[in-house]
């Protein structure tokens, strides 16, 4: 049995949170799905947007505090569960990015960037005890101080943009900069940066 152990923050590292292999995995692979659209066999269908579906999911993460966060790139929106789901197509819980689960509003909702607004997120990891997404086309990180446990919950700091309603390249600037990011994929999180 393998295990992974996620990083918290200093306070609480002295007692890590394991998830086993076993508890995401079965010898036939995984054990729970998330996210599938059954089409006929030939037919092209879009993805409708609910809570049980995922558009181009790009990155998942297993926080802290025991909640599953995903990316739904292609829905412009953060979905999250309170606890691992324990069976296939349990709908999320709750919705960052989008007026409400069944719209797909695009990006930022068809609306103003703002600390709640979406354009193509991509990675998710936990930070301490918040997490933090890769915004890509609105060009920042958004962080969370404390995972959140409503919709639409506001991210607390922004990475990449000198407030939360810009989203220029480089910060409108013709060069990059140790403040500003062009199209970040990815975070990550080492426990202490």
Known sequence: MTEYTLPLSAAIRNRPTAISSEQLLVGAGARVILGEQVQPRGVVVPVVPSARTLFGPRGASLMADG???VADTG???LL???TLPAA???PATWLIGQPDFERDGGRNAHGPVGAASLNVPTGI???G????VADVWNHRVLIWNEVPHESHAPAD???GQSD???AEINRGAPQPSASSLYWPYGVFWDGAR
């Open 88 to 90: 296939d197509g349990q």
């Open 75 to 77: 829905h412009h929106r």
């Open 80 to 82: 999250g569960w309170p």
């Open 164 to 166: 939360f309603v810009s």
């Open 67 to 69: 909640s599953l966060w």
């Open 125 to 127: 990891c936990p930070v």
């Open 157 to 159: 700091l922004v990475l």
């Open 129 to 132: 005890n918040g997490m933090a």
